[in-house]
């Protein structure tokens, strides 16, 4: 089936850890996206990439990296440069086209120990 | 530029009675509107959207919006709340002329009181 596959869905990270959260898609669309939601809150774009070997910083981007080596894959690095990372990522995708529709992985949980 | 303001943060209704949840938007060009829906600790799923063809858009699980341009609203509606309906809405903005990078609002939480 084609879709947004997030891993893992929960994730411990100590204190000065960095830490990788996968997505990959099969839906062979052009745009991914990183949010962080907070409990409680809306979403707030972290990274954003439009294309291969390109990306761009959302609202929130510090203390986060990210790549885009493959069309399908888009992993986030939360490093120990973000203070607060304890949240709910949620990565997405969608075609670089008008009336565009994101799709959404099941997202993963990261908190800090 | 695009901005989206869901006016309610809570809403709450008893199971059978109508929903309104309410969306207000700007843009500089003419706009892809969107409702999501998230259940608990899960990703948004989409309900609806609207592309500049109908003004009244039906979606899954009998919601449906209206877009109202003279308004600036998109108003999710559904006549008869269910109790699985309790989760999170989001309405969303995305510009045609812009770089398709939507815009969230900040969520409504629907409450389905028995």
């Known amino acids: 089936d084609g879709g947004i596959t997030q891993s893992p869905k929960y994730l411990f990270r100590k204190e000065g850890q960095n830490v990788t959260l996968s997505c990959e898609q099969n839906?062979?669309?052009?745009?991914m996206y990183w949010y962080r939601q907070d409990p409680g809150q809306g979403l707030r774009l972290i990274y954003y990439s439009q294309i291969v070997n390109d990306f761009q910083k959302g609202d929130i981007a510090e203390g986060y990296s990210v790549s885009r080596e493959k069309k399908e894959s888009f992993p986030l690095t939360v490093t120990s440069a973000q203070k607060n990372p304890t949240a709910f990522y949620l990565c997405a995708s969608s075609p670089q086209a008008i009336g565009n529709t994101i799709y959404f992985g099941e997202g993963s949980w990261l908190t800090v120990v | 530029a695009q901005s989206v303001t869901q006016l309610d943060s809570h809403v709450s209704v008893s199971e059978g009675t109508p929903v309104l949840l309410r969306c207000n938007y700007s843009s500089s060009y003419s706009p892809s509107l969107f409702w999501y829906v998230q259940h608990p600790n899960k990703g948004l799923q989409l309900l609806l959207k609207?592309?500049?063809?109908?003004?009244l858009v039906k979606g899954i699980n009998g919601f449906e919006a209206e877009f109202k341009k003279s308004e600036t609203s998109f108003h999710l509606t559904k006549p008869s709340a269910h109790m699985s309906d309790a989760a999170e809405y989001f309405c969303?903005?995305?510009?045609?002329?812009?770089?398709?990078?939507?815009?969230f609002g900040r969520g409504t939480s629907l409450i389905v009181h028995p």
């Open positions: 839906l062979n669309h052009d745009a």
């Open positions: 969303v903005v995305s510009e045609s002329g812009g770089s398709y990078i939507p815009t």
């Open positions: 609207y592309t500049s063809a109908a003004t």
